[in-house]
Structure formats: C-alpha cells, structure tokens
C-alpha cells in the first residue's frame, strides 16, 4: 500500500507542476496513467552507490549484476561435466554422440557383444577428445580475452577519498561514477550527467559496436542543475527510473526524478554505451545504469550464426534411410539366425539348446546392430565440418575479394552454409548502396515550382571518381580527431568472439572510412547561374521598392530559397570540425553585425505591406524584409508598393552589381562534415555551395552562415530523427531573424506531399500554391526518370500557444517507459502535418562498377534478381535499365493501386495477360518478350495480405524479375519470407543498411555490403563483401565448387561406408548369422575412423570440376548444382546399388578364389578387407576432377599406415583382440603371390563399371 500511495502523490505532484525549465504537466485529454505508473518486473531503478540512499540502493542493487564479464564456458571444475553437456547438447552433435553411446553401452552387454568392450569405446572417445580439445583453445582465447577487458582500468568516484581513482572494470557497479576523458572506452553504460563542453555535449565513436565511424552526438540530461564546472557526485540525490536491459543500441526509455521535482525523460542520446570510444570531448562523468552482461553491447554479444543448410537436411534424411538399411540387414541376420538354430541344434554345430530360437535371434540383432554400426554415417557430420572450414579459408583468402579503397577482404561470418552458395535461385537486392555507390552528389533542385538543372554540376557528376587518395581526407579527419586528447585508444572488440584477423579487419574498414562521406565529388556543387542571380537580390547594398504585384510575388519566392537552403543546412545531425580544430561549437555571444537595437530599428523602416494575395501559412511575415546590409558590396532587390511607410525614392537603385557575395566567417580552414547518411553530407555541402553554410552544432543551438547576413545562432529546440515509418526528419527551430517557432522538415515525396497543407484562403494564394505543388511534383517525376534519389523540403510555422501544447506532450512521450515509440510516433504525426512545401532536390548516385555485368551473369546462371528498395517508383526502374535488370524487349507490368478491391482486381487482370502471353508463345514454340512487375509499397503491403498472397505470388513467380519500390524493412522481410517457405526455393538477400537487416536474417543466406551505411547489415550477415560485382565470384565460383564438393563427398562417404558394412553382412550367411566377422576388431573399427578419413577431407576441400575461369565465362553451368541435381534422392539410392555391386564383388571374389583351401577365417578375411580399401581409395581417384600432388601424397600415406598398422600388429600382438587375434596371419598373407592376384582382380572387377 505504501508503494501504492507513494506512486499517487508523485503522479498528482507531476501533474500539477506548471511547463517551465523543460519540465511539463501533460495537456488536456492526453491519456498519462499508463506511462506515470510504477510497474513491477518492468523497469529498474538507479540510485547513487554512495549517496543518501544507502538502505535502498542496497535492496535494489543487489539483483544488479557487476560489471565483470565472462564469455567462457567452462572452469577447470566444470569443464568434464559441462563440455559432455555441451557435446550431447548440439543439435548437430547430438544423434551422433547418442548413438556411438549406445552402440558402446551395447557392446558391454556379454550376450550381444560382438567384439572386445573397450574397443567399441574408440570410437565415441575419440570423437569427444577432438571436440573437447577444440573448445579448450577456443575457451582459453576467451579468457585470455575476458581477463584484458576486465582488467582495463577507469576512474570512479571513492566517497572515502572525494576523488576519482583508478579501478579495474570488472569493480564497476550500478550506481557508480565513472568520469572518462578523451579517446577512452567506455566501460559501462552510463547515463550522461556531465560533461567539459559546456553546452553539455559529448561525442562518442561506435566502431567496436555497431562498426560506424562517424560520430555520435550525445547530451547531458536536459536538467541544468546538472551540468556546471561545480558538478559533484556528493551532490547528486536524484533517483532514476529507466527500462530494464536490453538488446535494442537505439533505444533508452527512463526519468529522472529530484527531491521535490519533477520528472525528466531520459532518451538515447543521454546514455553513453559500452565499448564505445568518448571522441572531441576532454572530460565526461556518467552514472552506471547497466553494467556487465546487463549491457546493451554484451546483451548483442549472440556468438557465432548458425544456420541449417539444405545439404544437411537432405542429409538428414538420407541418414533416416541408412538407418532403415540397417534395421533391415540387423532383421534379416536375426531371421535367419533364428532359423539357424532351430534347424541345426545338433551338438556338432555347438548350438545352445537352452535358448529359444526367438531369444537367439533377438539377440543377434542387437550384435549385428554393433557389428554394422558403420553404416550409419555419424562421423560424416564431423568431416563436413572440417572440409566448411578448408572452403572457407580459400573463399576468405581469394584476392579477387580484396577492396583496396576499404583495406577489406570478404568475411565469412556463418561458417555451416558455404554450399547454399551453390543453390541460389532467388536473389533479393537493395538498390542503394548495394547496386550504386551510395556516394551522393547534389544534381538538381526546385523551389518554389522552379526547376535548376545545374548543368555544371551535372557534367561533374558524370565523371569518373578521383583517385581515392585524393578522394577521402583522411588524414584532415583522423587529426581533427586527436586535437586535445593525449590520451592512447584502446582497440577493443567485445560484441563478438570474433578472431583476430576479423577484428583487425574492422579496424582497418574503420580507418579506410573515417572521413565519413567527406568525398571531393561530394562538395564540388557548382551553384546554378539563375539561382545564384536571385540569391543576389539579398545581397544589395540599397532596397529597391516598386509598385508591381507581380515584382511582389518574387520576394515571396525568395523567402522560398532562403528557407529551402537554411532547411538543407540545418535539417540534419552532421556534427562539423575542422584540421585545425576538433569540433565546431556555438560561441556564447554570436552576434550578427548589426546589434538588435539596428535591427529592430532596420525592421520598423522596413515595414512591408502584405502581399497582395493573402499571405500563405507557413512563410516568414515578409522575412526578406528582415535582412539587413552587411556593409559589403552586394545588392538587395526588395518589391514593395509605394503606398508604404517607405518613400521608393529615399533608397537609391543599384543594379549595376550582380556579385555573388562570401561570408566574412568564412575561413582558411576547410569544413569537414561528418554525417550519418551520405545523402546528409551532400545536402549541408549543397547548401554551403550557396553561402548558406552550417559552421558549428551544440545541443541546443546552430551556427549558420547566410547569404548577406552574416553568422547567425539559431535555437536548435527539437530533433524528430528520421526513421523508415515515418521516412522522414524534422528539426523545431527558433527562427534567428523573426523570433517564430519553424519546424523544418526533409522526407521521402510521397510522405512530403501527402503531408503538404491543402491550401486555405483566397483564390489566388490557392492557384500559387497549387502551381507550386504541381510543378514540384513534375520535377520529381521528372527527377526520378533520370534516376536521381529525391527528397522534399518543406516547413510549418507554429504559434506560440500551439508549440506549447506539442512540447508538453513531447515530454511527457520522451518520459514514458511503456509505449514510448507509440507516443513519440503519436507527437511527431501531430507536428508534422500541414506543411508548406519549399522544394525538393534530386541527388545522383551511380551504379557501383559492372553491376549490369553481374546481374546478367547471374540470371543467364537461373538465379531471378528482385529489387527492394526504398526509393520512388520511377528512380528504382530507371536504375533496373541501367543494370540491365530491364531490357528493351522485356514488358512492364505496374501495380499501383488505391485501394485492396482495385489491388485484388489488378492482380487478376495482370495474371490473365500474362497467361494469355504465355500460351501465346507456346502455340508459337518461341519466347517473345519476359515480364518485369514492378509495384509500390502500398499495393504491395495489400498484396502480402492472406487473400492476395496466392495471387501476387503466381504472378511474381511468371515475371522474370520483380521491382518493390516504397518498400519497407517489414515488407522486404515478408517478401522474401513469401518467397522462401511457399516455393520452397532457396533465396539469397543482398542489402549495405540497417534497413536491410531483417531481409538478410530471413533469406537463407545473407550478404551484407560494408558500404557506406554503416555495419548493420554486414554484422546481421551470413557473408559480407565490399562490392556488387563480388557476388559474380562467389556464387558462380565458389557457390558451385563448394557444392559440388559437398555433394560429392557426402555421396562418397555413404558408398564407402555401406560398401565395406555388406562385407560383414554377406559373411553372415556363412557363419549362421552368429555376427561373427572375418576381419580384425582393431582393424574394423579404424578402417572408416582412420585408414579412410582423410581422403575425403581433402577431396571435399580441393576438388574442383571446372576451372574458375569457365565457371565465370559460362554462368549457364551454375545452373546444373542450382537445381540440386547432383546430390538428390535418385542418385543416393543409385550410389547405394553401386556399393551393393562392389561390396559383392569384393567378398565373392575372394570367396571363390579361396574355395577348397584350408584358410582360417582372419586368413580369408584379409585379402577381402586389402581389396576394399584399394577399391575405395581408387574410387575416390577415379570421381575426382582435380588430382595434384596433395591427393597423391594422402592417398600414399593412408596405404602405408594401413599396411604399417596392420603389419605391425599381426607381428607383435601375440593375445590382443581374442578371439580374432591377427597374430602372424597378415605378414602369412602378404608374403604370398596369390594374396597379391585376388587383389588387384577384385579391385579391377570392381571398379571396372566407373571405367
């Protein structure tokens, strides 16, 4: 009940605190409880570890882990117990150890033994050491690991001394301060409460978490008590209240409560994560939330991927039929045992007439069962194993998969999937930064229903790339980065048990991308002629006012460009620095050239009339009429009507000058921009190529150059991020000149317009935003038709009263624990609605290089190629034309509808037109043209709904390729998901970005790009590579070899095996079916465990059917492995027949020969048991393609430890192994010419067949 109460008396005290210092009290209707409640199980609290709270914190605290991690498996205590656990626990493992298990308990068993006890244990035993001592490397590699981490040391906060002191990780605990200085690594995650910026801002670097190299911006919490040169730990008494660990690095839900206060969200940007690098910041002191395994990088540590690959299920059930094999032959001995004794119970024949034939036959079938145990072929599951990780070390070492640019090689991240490689039939691909370079240049732009084509820019645009030493300023990067922090970086990788060489990998891509979209092409926008005469208006030295309402409408269109331009530069998160200094910031006392006192003065002077249609929301009040002269040669060319305060006469017209005029800000020093997106960076370098220039960026304030004006501070209130729901990013801004809260916002077309205010008020001001919209929309179709990525600009002008409202409920979103994402999703749809539309921009992105080479490949190959992309309808056909996705003769099908009944009819009218083409070109016996679908988002998310689903697939699956266009991550997802499990075909995804994860995860195999967004797709993939044109090789090369290799192989190994198991099998019916054998136990045990192991390894590793070369002339040979035709039921049961045929010929053979003479049993066996392994070995020889001295030498050496063992043994062991003691029966044999004949007949007969 307490508890209870307590929760009431803070909600009430919450609700009734008025909205000033960031703090808020929730508006009317707004639904509060569910957010403001305490829920158990669901959040956690943090308190200070040596505050006011001791008797709490220890209560709470105690469930909190330490900050200790350990990855490893095992103790020395442990390790027996829990590596058998772990043995008998894999999937992969787990029949296979049972089985040997059991065939060794069995063996124990006097009644059905068929040979000595111990000697059945071989087998198991061996196979458990091997696995135990691998994961004793791999296990002492994590705790050499574990213990460099957990040793690092850090400054925390001691009550004892009030001072920071050094203290190894691992003593880390929630509730602790921990303060962090430049470039070192964060140790826990900390919540920000400090930092030396005094605008309270910090930047981290998130290399070792997420693999991205630009910074990261992240804010102390938005409580000003908190940040000052007086922060101290002692006085820090707040509680905080934050959501329980999880894996999720972009998400942070939580308050911070103060004695007697209200509540302050918490949010993502105010916590500081581990493993990641404090960057450009001198000093930062955090408090513990998480610690240790409760960590959000450690909570991401999942180990290595693991998936099944189509081999192995079809293994799997090959295996089934094995077993069936051998229930037969064990009934059959049993049957015919049974019969045995009851007809021959004579004691002459030695037969226990005690024993029921039933009972004996019972028991042979359980000795059978041991002696035949090597038809079931466990030990293949080990060898594919080893031969995954040969196939892997050559995929990984090809040097035709090495980028020079990034430093990188392909990293093969699932290390079970290599032959899926070769049985691709669908290939799903993002269009940005998978099949272009994702590398954006600024090529045009329209404001205000006018288009600028800036053909200047456009020439360079289509040029080559420079070289990539002059393309990349890495040298101007990584030192803006050192400035000011002497301390030494640790390289540390703790997400996942990674080697070496990959983690060096990651370093070295890291290195190659540190100037983060900073390419030359990027900043080289040369400014349209036309747009720059109109930007010259602004900067004129006199006012020239005339009495033209058709002159008045171009000032309108130049508070158009002005806010177009001032939206592309502070639209974004592009955190700026420069060689000389580290990071660009706000000064305290930025000021324009004129004091406020001229400005107002300025303002009063220059009072414009209103337009003489009515003024459109969204536009400044006449904010031309804002600007002011700089005192630098220039022009203003302002329209006003003579009916103004302002006499024409009184300012002077100049119009002899049209100079483009530069800020005086403007430095020696050469801006760099490091942005999320490469779109960001081309947009800020745009608008700086129009003087409007970002120069600096704090937490809550930007610094801006514009045209005319002179640096300016312009109030940063709120960043709404982008994110694929909304697909859009909005900034709330305190304009700097009228004193308005603006909100701009940047977003895909088809979100802007929909978004875009209908226009209210006079007919004319309802014709002049109609004609802007529809010319805007022209542009963009226009744009997208060239291929150009487009992005809409447009803003909205909030009253006071209004901003109020949304800032309150904001808050009181950022605050919630539960359902955050919902209310946040819910204040920013009510934000961003009725906006005025500036422009939009199209900005180019080339095709990476011969990517219409690979995708021909691929389809000549049989493998169809989707698209699913992001991007508008017209852009994602163009780039199909370029990459010859889309052919001249190829017809397109377009599905774009309104409405789920038009979507269901469409889908109908589309599948009968292309039946109709289909029985069209049957009757004429020849194909005329394919069909390309191509459908948006909307139509398609109607389509993946139950009852179109069947439709849409039929549809898709007779085009010869499919275009998603608008399509989300969700709906890439289920795309490929549709396609995997109703056609059962397998699919490859193929993406560079976050948005392209959940594809990559769902597909059977996932390649992830290391391009220029990020590492997200790369460290979700199966494979990862640097280019497009690397899937050519590796499919079409590697996919085939490793298939093949697999497939024959796996064939291989079950002739070998059911063949010598017949052996044994056709011996019974000479023997009563007693499960006697006529061959050595020692030497049956080790004939498939040893003698012939090793062969097929290497065939499995190093066979190759064709040349690289041909495989990648001829992608049409892809096709035969493709279809899985190489390894399916016919030609199992077809191998069977063949190890039927030589397992007879290599028994009888011998059998006839030896007819009549006085032979033992071991005698007879012999020759029989030589002959097999020549035919096997020799089998191998003849299916193999490649033969090089590495074969021949394993071949060598597996006859010579064959007849060493054997010789060996026969010579010495004088009582071993009874009662089949081999004492000097095989050094008899192998001394007589007859022994030599029966072997190289039988191999011959054998093997003759395969010649």
């Not at 109030?715 to 909100?743: A, E």
């Amino acid at each position: 009940m307490e508890r209870f109460h307590w929760v009431r008396h803070r909600c009430r005290q919450l609700l009734s605190v008025d909205s000033e210092r960031g703090w808020y009290s929730p508006p009317d209707g707004f639904p509060s409880k569910s957010s403001l409640q305490r829920v158990s199980g669901k959040r956690r609290t943090v308190l200070a570890r040596h505050g006011p709270h001791q008797q709490e914190y220890e209560a709470v605290s105690r469930k909190y882990k330490g900050n200790g991690i350990r990855t490893t498996k095992y103790s020395l205590l442990t390790f027996i117990p829990m590596n058998l656990f772990q043995q008998f626990h894999r999937s992969l493992h787990r029949f296979a150890n049972v089985y040997f298990i059991f065939l060794a308990t069995l063996n124990f068993i006097p009644i059905v033994e068929a040979f000595q006890p111990e000697v059945s244990l071989i087998p198991i035993l061996l196979v458990l050491l091997v696995t135990a001592v691998k994961d004793i490397f791999e296990d002492h590699r994590r705790f050499k690991s574990d213990r460099l981490i957990n040793n690092l040391l850090c400054q925390v906060y001691c009550s004892k001394q009030k001072s920071y002191v050094d203290r190894c990780w691992s003593d880390v605990r929630v509730g602790d301060f921990v303060r962090l200085s430049c470039n070192e690594i964060i140790p826990a995650d900390l919540l920000l409460l400090y930092s030396s910026d005094p605008r309270g801002v910090c930047y981290i670097e998130t290399a070792n978490l997420d693999g991205e190299t630009n910074l990261k911006q992240r804010q102390v919490v938005s409580d000003s008590s908190l940040q000052g040169s007086d922060f101290t730990p002692e006085s820090f008494h707040s509680r905080i209240e934050c959501e329980n660990p999880n894996n999720d690095l972009n998400r942070f839900k939580g308050y911070i409560e103060h004695s007697g206060e209200a509540r302050v969200g918490l949010h993502s940007s105010n916590l500081l994560l581990r493993s990641c690098t404090i960057r450009n910041t001198e000093t930062v002191v955090g408090i513990v939330v998480y610690a240790g395994h409760e960590t959000k990088a450690m909570m991401n540590n999942s180990g290595p991927r693991y998936k099944r690959s189509q081999l192995e299920k079809r293994l799997n059930t090959d295996v089934l039929w094995c077993v069936a094999l051998l229930i037969v032959m064990c009934l059959t001995a049993a049957v015919g045992h049974g019969l045995w004794v009851k007809n021959y119970r004579h004691s002459v024949f030695q037969v226990d007439g005690e024993i029921s034939p039933a009972l004996a036959g019972f028991y042979v079938f359980w000795t059978m069962i041991i002696v035949l145990q090597v038809l079931i072929p466990i030990s293949l599951y080990v060898s594919i194993e080893i031969v995954k990780l040969g196939q892997i070390y050559f995929i990984h070492n090809d040097l035709d998969f090495y980028n020079e640019q990034l430093d990188s090689r392909i990293q093969c991240r699932a290390l079970n999937i290599t032959e899926d490689l070769g049985q691709i039939q669908y290939l799903f691909s993002d269009k940005t930064g998978t099949l272009t370079e994702n590398k954006m240049v600024f090529r045009r732009c329209s404001i205000y229903g006018v288009e600028y084509p800036h053909v200047e820019n456009g020439v360079i645009s289509g040029m080559s790339l420079p070289p990539v030493g002059e393309r990349l300023l890495l040298g101007k990067s990584m030192s803006c980065r050192s400035l000011s922090c002497n301390r030494s970086s640790v390289s540390l990788h703790t997400l996942t048990a990674e080697s070496p060489e990959e983690e060096d990998q990651l370093s070295n891509h890291a290195a190659a991308r540190t100037g983060a979209f900073c390419s030359r092409m990027a900043k080289d926008v040369v400014p349209d002629p036309e747009l720059v005469r109109k930007l010259n208006s602004l900067c004129s030295s006199t006012l020239r006012l005339r009495d033209s309402s058709t002159e008045s409408l171009s000032t309108l269109e130049l508070t158009y460009i002005t806010d177009f331009f001032l939206a592309l530069a502070i639209c974004n998160s592009v955190v700026v620095s420069s060689p000389s200094q580290p990071r660009h910031v706000v000064p305290e006392a930025q000021a324009p050239l004129k004091s406020l006192e001229e400005i107002k003065l300025m303002f009063q002077r220059l009072n414009f009339y209103s337009f003489s249609t009515p003024q459109i929301k969204g536009s400044p009040r006449s904010f031309t009429s804002k600007l002011f002269t700089r005192g630098k040669t220039g022009s203003f060319n302002f329209n006003t009507p003579p009916s103004n305060s302002i006499d024409g006469s009184d300012l002077a017209l100049d119009t002899s000058q049209e100079t483009y005029v530069q800020s005086d800000e403007d430095s020696d020093d050469e801006l760099l921009y490091e942005a999320e997106s490469p779109d960001e960076a081309a947009l800020v370098h745009a608008a700086r190529a129009y003087h409007c220039t970002l120069r600096g960026r704090s937490a809550k304030s930007l610094l801006v150059d514009l045209p005319g004006i002179g640096s300016l501070v312009v109030q940063l209130l709120h960043i709404l991020p982008f994110d694929s729901n909304r697909k859009r990013m909005s900034v709330v801004v305190r304009h700097p000149l009228t004193g308005q809260v603006v909100v701009y916002t940047k977003g895909a077309d088809s979100v802007i317009m929909d978004l875009a205010e209908k226009r209210r008020g006079s007919e004319q001001a309802q014709e002049i935003y109609k004609h802007i919209r529809q010319q805007t929309q022209k542009h963009l179709d226009m744009y997208a038709r060239e291929g150009l990525r487009t992005l809409c600009i447009a803003k909205k002008i909030l009253e006071e009263d209004e901003y109020e409202v949304w800032l309150k409920r904001q808050l009181l979103a950022e605050s919630s624990i539960e359902n955050q994402e919902e209310l946040m999703l819910d204040s920013a749809e009510r934000l961003e609605n009725d906006l005025t539309l500036l422009g939009c921009t199209g900005i180019v992105d080339r095709l990476q290089e011969d990517v219409p080479e690979t995708i021909e490949a691929l389809q000549e190959a049989g493998i169809k190629v989707w698209v699913l992309t992001g991007d508008k309808q017209e852009t994602a056909v163009n780039i199909a034309n370029a990459c010859k996705l889309l052919l001249s003769n190829d017809r397109l099908l377009t599905a774009n509808c309104g409405s789920k009944d038009a979507c269901a009819a469409l889908l109908e009218e589309l599948l009968i037109e292309v039946r109709r083409e289909e029985d069209g070109e049957e009757s004429s016996l020849h194909s005329t043209s394919n069909f390309i679908l191509v459908i948006d988002g909307r139509t398609l998310e109607w389509a993946l709904q139950d009852e179109l689903k069947a439709s849409f697939l039929e549809l898709s699956c007779k085009c010869k390729a499919v275009i998603c266009c608008r399509s989300t991550p969700l709906q890439k997802s289920q795309v490929v998901q549709l396609i995997r499990d109703k056609i059962g075909v397998m699919t490859l995804a193929v993406g560079d970005g976050a948005n392209d994860v959940s594809m990559i995860q769902v597909a059977d195999v996932g390649i992830g790009i290391s391009g220029q967004e990020g590492m997200q797709a790369v460290m979700s993939s199966d494979f990862a590579i640097s280019r497009f044109k690397h899937l050519k090789k590796l499919l079409l090369v590697h996919g085939h070899w490793c298939y093949h290799r697999l497939a024959n192989m796996i064939l291989y190994f079950i002739y070998k095996n059911v063949m010598y198991v017949n052996l044994l099998f056709w011996y019974q019916f000479f023997c009563g079916f007693s499960g006697s054998v006529m061959i050595n136990s020692w030497v049956l045990i080790l004939f498939n465990l040893v003698f012939t192991s090793v062969p097929p390894l290497i065939y499995g590793i190093l066979d190759r059917d064709m040349p690289a070369d041909t495989l990648m002339k001829l992608p049409e040979l892809y096709g035969a492995g493709g279809t899985t035709k190489i390894y399916i039921p016919a030609t199992f049961w077809i191998t069977i027949l063949d190890a039927f045929y030589q397992s007879v010929v290599c028994f009888f053979v011998p059998y006839f020969a030896l007819a009549g003479s006085d032979v033992g049993i071991l005698s007879f066996g012999s020759p029989i048991n030589t002959s097999a392994l020549f035919i096997i070995l020799l089998h191998q020889v003849i299916e193999s393609n490649t033969l090089t001295w590495i074969h021949m030498l394993v071949l060598l050496l597996s006859t010579i430890l064959y007849f060493g063992f054997v010789l060996i043994y026969s010579a010495f062991c004088v009582v071993c192994s009874h009662p089949t003691n081999l004492f000097r029966v095989e050094t008899v044999q192998m001394s007589q010419p007859l022994f030599y004949i029966i072997c190289a007949l039988t191999t011959f007969i054998a093997l003759l067949p395969r010649y």
